[in-house]
């Protein structure tokens, strides 16, 4: 079947510009994991979704990140103001379950470069 | 605050060379320990999830092992080939389970 599916792959924004990324897990799965990989840096967690359950925020780096999962299944996070430490792969993935030894299957990012 | 260690940074062996690498991550409320390995230009590619202390899975040529109480893994690739050049990633559950908190990673070049 198919997999997680990210758009866009590639964006360049200016500084102050908001963005949107989107997220298309894989059909089924009840969790979905955010994060961003910045230059010479680990895999960072952003934000966590699980069934209708509120969100685990925790990793999002200021106010001027937010994400919404709409009907279970597509995820939109929002950059807004962006700056150019924002400049990062911003890796989806999405598991069967919300168990930490499930596996989590990735999308191949979306690269946002700020100039 | 957890922290997940891997060593090397990278490496760069001959094709066919056997290496290994370690992840290192705290031993105490042990869940899950996880492999993923990252090719250049696509996504993150899951390998094992390891539970139990003792654990050793292989796939191919790939294997790993689990010590939970000292708080290690290693990943083994026997005869490497190029096609294995990526960065391996381990990962280790945050306290709330939503989220792995993820080791730099080991950069490995195969050169043929």
């Known amino acids: ?115 | 605050i957890l922290n997940v260690e891997q060593s090397p940074q990278s490496l760069h062996v001959q094709e066919g060379d056997s290496t290994n690498f370690t992840c290192s991550f705290p031993s105490s409320n042990f869940y899950a320990l996880h492999w993923y390995r990252w090719e250049t230009a696509k996504s993150p590619e899951a390998l094992f999830v390891m539970t139990l202390n003792g654990d050793e899975k292989k796939k191919g040529r790939i294997s790993a092992t689990l010590n939970t109480k000292e708080g290690y893994s290693y990943l083994y690739i026997k005869g490497s080939q190029p096609e294995d050049s990526a960065t391996y990633l381990c990962a280790f559950p945050n306290q709330a389970g939503t989220a792995l908190i993820f080791g730099k990673g080991t950069t490995l070049s195969v050169s043929s």
């Open chain 1, 1 to 115: 079947g198919a997999g997680v599916s990210q758009s866009p792959s590639n964006k360049v924004t200016e500084k102050g510009k908001d963005v949107e990324l989107r997220c298309d897990p894989i059909s089924g799965h009840t969790a979905l994991y955010w994060y961003r990989q910045s230059l010479g840096q680990g895999l960072e967690f952003l934000i966590y979704f699980q069934g209708n359950s509120a969100p685990d925020k925790s990793g999002l780096p200021s106010d001027r990140f937010s994400a919404e999962r709409t009907g279970g299944s597509v995820s939109t996070l929002t950059i807004q103001r962006t700056q150019q430490e924002d400049s990062a792969v911003y890796l989806c993935a999405s598991s069967l379950a919300p168990l930490s030894n499930q596996p989590q299957h990735f999308g191949d990012g979306t690269r946002l470069s700020i100039l």
